[in-house]
């Protein structure tokens, strides 16, 4: 008894460390308030081999059981056990389940805007996506955007500066990219079309096969250390840095509107505490784990390469002028590209005074 109780304490301090003073308050009371039990289902767009990315559902279930002393619990479902990767939006919308864990630009044919809550091309880094989110205009202009879909939307999670993809062949201009089929997420796609690629949108699950048979010539998912799992270097040893079109994508978890309006309040606060330690947990795994991933790769026979600048120059100049393109025809998106840039600039102003000069010298030498 003893134990348990001491194993109780100690996720719910875990999960403190994420929250408000405010929210600690109320997730306490959820231990002792009489207060109803409640179940929820998760859907995931990730197979559940990515332990980094879906296994932050499992955080948030756990530490939110940990919190309520088991009176909220989730019960997790992977990509395709109840609906497939690419529809958790639609579930969780419609009320097939009352939640769902996704990256929101996969749903840019619904509307691009909804990009922003992960990433969009030369956009924010994992901790100005986070700070956009939190503490700039983000929240408030995302949960408008959401409402329209009957859904709460919160911080999931985020796997640092991605990588370029694996390519069946070099890359070295931009002559290189015509008539190619990339497997390449959300707003990216409407970029290289530009360039002359042919975009391919797939769940994490189907990559493998796709890029074995041939479907696909590359493709892109995370870094080094899913990269790996996912096995794209038996098949192909081109690996490209860097994906200019998530330099911090962030995970999200969706929530039913209806279904979050009908929690007690302590119960909230114990879902938005849990939320923030899956968020934070995710990106310190992948920092954690890429580094000997990588090196796991080139030792394998992978080629590390880089993007030229002529092909980073074209990418950059069509994102502008997507950019421009549904600025001008759509409203929403607009709203939030407007408010984005903004922040987005300062940031970067910033991060070339302090982040940006000391990264340059200070990593590239051993100690």
């Known amino acids: 008894m ?39 289902r998760l ?26 002393g088991g009176k909220f619990t989730v019960k997790i479902f992977a990509a395709g ?19 769902g864990h996704s990256a929101s630009y996969y749903y840019f044919g619904k509307n691009a805007a909804l990009a922003f809550d992960c990433a ?34 919160f911080m999931g999670g985020n796997t640092g500066t991605q990588m370029g993809g694996w390519f069946n062949k070099e890359i070295n201009s931009v002559k290189d990219l015509e008539g190619l089929k990339f497997r390449v997420s959300g707003f990216a796609g409407m970029v290289l079309s530009k360039l002359g690629v ?15 048979k041939g479907t696909i010539d590359a493709a892109e998912w995370v870094g080094p250390y899913d990269d790996e799992k ?40 114990a879902w938005e505490a849990s939320c923030q330690l899956a968020h934070n947990d995710m990106l310190a795994k992948y920092d954690a784990n890429n580094p000997q991933a990588l090196a796991n790769l080139v030792n394998s026979g992978v080629k590390l ?13 069509a994102t502008l002028e997507v950019f421009e393109e549904q600025s001008k025809s759509n409203p929403s998106f607009k709203k939030i590209f407007d408010d984005w840039k903004v922040f987005r600039n300062n940031e970067a102003q910033w991060f070339n005074v302090a982040e940006q000069s000391f990264a340059k010298f200070a990593f590239n030498k051993k100690l």
């Open 2 to 40: 003893e134990r348990r109780s001491f194993l109780k304490k100690t996720a719910f301090s875990a999960a403190a460390l994420a929250a408000t003073p405010a929210a600690l308050l109320a997730a306490e009371e959820a231990k002792s308030a009489d207060l109803p039990a409640v179940s929820w």
């Open 81 to 99: 056990e109840i609906v497939p990767g690419l529809q958790v939006l639609d579930a969780v919308q419609n009320g097939t389940v009352e939640a």
């Open 230 to 269: 996912l096995g794209f270097a038996k098949i192909v040893k081109n690996y490209y840095t860097p994906g200019w079109w998530e330099g911090g994508p962030q995970l999200s978890f969706y929530v039913n509107k209806d279904q979050w309006e009908k929690l007690p309040e302590p119960y909230k606060a």
């Open 120 to 153: 969009v091309p030369f956009g924010l880094t994992a901790r100005q996506q986070t700070a956009w989110f939190m503490h700039g205009n983000g929240k408030q202009l995302l949960r408008e955007l959401f409402a329209e879909y009957n859904v709460v939307n």
């Open 305 to 317: 390469r880089s993007f030229s600048d002529e092909v980073m120059e074209a990418c950059f100049k």
């Open 198 to 212: 042919v975009p391919q949108q797939l769940p994490g699950g189907d990559i493998y096969p796709a890029l074995e």
């Open 43 to 68: 859907t995931s767009s990730f197979p559940k081999s990515l332990d980094t990315i879906y296994g932050a559902s499992d955080i948030l279930a756990n530490s939110l059981a940990a919190i309520t």
